[in-house]
């Protein structure tokens, strides 16, 4: 290769989210190439010239699984293989490792096209380069919120490090049996040749300006002022990578610490919370297809319809609700609807009017003013639309059964109606006011609505 400088300079001295042993194998492939045949990691584990070349040559990457871009019953597929680089600008996977920018460009793609119901990832990767990765996380998720469309990660057989960054930005996230998720933390190398160069004979001299110009060069040992300050970026790197994964699983930050950047196999990733289920990885796109048709089923209560992921039964809740009974409202009923050929973006932001109309209900049965006044709340929840604000107003007006004494009852009666004009009755004419016509009169009062 003749780009060895630019490649030393993206990998020393540089933080890098690497699977730890991936990391070894890594600097082992390279060391060679940039005049290094020592390798030394936090272990004291030492390795030099032949043994290092057998570490590397342990590794294979190209596993078949640099595939192109695929669409399986509606679910486009996204291979994210191999070491993670911020740019290499291609698409696809290639040469043996994944860019961010083709990540994010084929996404984009993917969620912009009318045909594609759902995004899987694909991974099977140690992790690699910090610059970008967080940003690409992100940004998935951003893409896939904005499209309404659902994103899943399918860990198969790794991803670590910087590819659980990118596997965290999932809705959802398969793991096969023997799939590696975890790894977060953070991986910094320093290459030191002094030792080298002496025995060959050379001496350089670096001439500088500034203090930390020359901070973490290869042609002397690391002084302990540049290794704290490397230690101290590289721990508020982690915390950070620790707040991005909490924020898009749902574990908290110290949960996340906690896993002091262990790997995790198969079940024990389920355990710890990097992974939701455990699959065949061949079933992995079946299983995701499978979730997407099961989506857009119907819920009706009365005349309201809303369009669901899971089908489910809207009940009233039994607190502060009445008892069951001929006047008891008949309880919501679930009907599966006909799949529509494709759910607009806009069906998918617009509210949930069923869990709102459930509140709604709840709000009213369940505030203070219902109490002692069960039957009319009953009658202000389910039959007319009232806000919840509006029917406690409303209840408010109507005696609590059973709390008033029966004398103040005649007392307050004939206040009331002292202060109403009276209609005009002959002697064979009968008036009588049904509860419903009392409701209304209250309704009306409160509302102003005739």
Not at 106 to 120: M, T
């Given at each position: ?323 069951a009974g001929a006047d008891a409202p008949a309880a919501a ?118």
């Amino acid at each position: 290769m003749n780009n060895m400088a630019h490649i030393a300079s993206r990998v020393l001295n540089t933080p890098l989210l690497l699977e730890p042993g991936y990391a070894r194998t890594f600097f082992s492939a390279l060391a060679p190439r940039l005049g290094i045949f020592e390798l030394q990691d936090n272990e004291g584990v030492i390795l030099t010239g032949e043994k290092m070349r057998q570490s590397a040559a342990a590794w294979s990457s190209d596993r078949g699984r640099n595939r192109p871009y695929e669409v399986v019953d509606g679910v486009a597929v996204l291979p994210i293989s191999g070491t993670l680089a911020h740019k290499t600008g291609n698409v696809k996977p290639y040469s043996g490792m994944t860019g961010y920018d083709g990540i994010i460009y084929r996404a984009q793609d993917a969620f912009s096209d009318p045909e594609i119901k759902g995004v899987l990832l694909d991974l099977d990767t140690p992790g690699g380069e910090v610059s970008g990765c967080f940003n690409t996380s992100r940004k998935l998720r951003e893409l896939a919120d904005a499209s309404g469309k659902k994103l899943w990660a399918l860990c198969y057989d790794m991803n670590c490090s910087g590819g659980m960054a990118l596997a965290s930005s999932a809705h959802r996230r398969l793991i096969n049996e023997t799939g590696v998720a975890g790894s977060v933390g953070v991986v910094m190398a320093h290459a030191d040749m002094s030792k080298k160069l002496a025995e060959d004979g050379y001496k350089v001299t670096l001439i500088h300006s500034g203090a930390h110009k020359i901070d973490g060069n290869p042609y002397e040992a690391l002084g302990a002022d540049v290794l704290a300050r490397f230690q101290s970026e590289s721990d508020a790197l982690r915390n950070e990578f620790a707040e991005l994964v909490s924020g898009h699983i749902g574990m908290s930050t110290a949960e996340v610490l906690a896993t002091d950047a262990a790997t995790y196999r198969g079940q024990a990733a389920v355990d710890v919370g990097f992974a939701d289920e455990l699959v065949n990885g061949i079933d992995a796109v079946s299983v995701f297809s499978e979730h997407l048709s099961s989506q857009g089923r119907t819920i009706s209560i009365g005349a309201n319809m809303s369009t669901q992921d899971v089908q489910t039964q809207a009940q009233v809740p039994a607190q502060g609700g009445p008892a069951a009974g001929a006047d008891a409202p008949a309880a919501a009923v679930v009907e599966p609807a006909a799949q529509p050929a494709q759910q607009s973006a806009a069906e998918v932001d617009q509210p949930d009017a069923a869990a709102t109309m459930q509140a709604r209900i709840a709000g009213i049965m369940q505030c203070d003013e219902a109490k002692g006044r069960e039957a009319t709340a009953n009658h202000l929840a389910f039959n007319t639309k009232l806000s919840v604000e509006d029917a406690k107003a409303a209840l408010a007006t109507v005696p609590v059964v059973g709390a008033t004494d029966p004398s103040d009852m005649s007392n307050a009666l004939a206040s009331a109606m002292a202060n109403e004009q009276q209609p005009n009755v002959g002697a064979d004419q009968q008036v009588t006011e049904s509860a419903g016509g009392t409701l209304l009169a209250s309704y009306e009062r409160v509302t102003g609505d005739k």
